[in-house]
């Protein structure tokens, strides 16, 4: 029987890693998404030393059509997603006079648009199916 497929946003470190860790020790498939190599490759590892497989996306969350494409590499490398987690943020921690515009923009468009465009990705193939999470 296969495993079910569960797919991370910002999974090569902190919440998302951990939550990558803990999916792969319930017997979950992983697909993880974040944007660093590094971070991705160690992650991939520890889960696949829990006995699942894990596929890497390297994709800007940031991009609608970015995620889309990663979504259909998910579903043809692990298969069905189950299971879709939007964990990718950024953010600035600095006086608000010395934040620049554009960090701001990007910090919306990581945090909130990344959340919008993991949720449309997943439904996309989830309601045809009608499951998923």
């Known amino acids: 029987m296969s495993r079910p497929i569960a797919v991370v946003t910002g999974a ?3 919440v998302g890693r951990a939550t990558v860790a803990e999916l792969a ?3 979950f498939d992983v697909a993880l998404l974040a944007r660093g190599d590094t971070g991705l490759a160690a992650a991939a590892a520890e889960a696949e030393a829990r006995g699942v497989r894990a596929l890497t996306v390297p994709v800007d969350v940031a991009h609608h059509q970015d995620v889309r494409e990663a979504c ?3 579903e043809r490398e692990l298969g069905p997603i189950d299971v879709w987690i939007n964990n990718a943020m950024t953010t600035v921690f600095a ?3 010395d ?3 554009d960090d701001f923009a990007r910090a919306v468009e ?3 648009l990344g ?3 993991g949720t449309m990705a997943a439904l ?3 309601r045809p199916r009608d499951r998923g999470t």
């Open 12 to 14: 090569s470190a902190g």
């Open 25 to 27: 020790g319930r017997g």
């Open 72 to 74: 259909t590499v998910v």
């Open 95 to 97: 006086p608000l006079t």
């Open 99 to 101: 934040i620049d515009p």
């Open 110 to 112: 990581v945090t909130f």
């Open 115 to 117: 959340q919008v465009w």
């Open 124 to 126: 996309d193939v989830m």
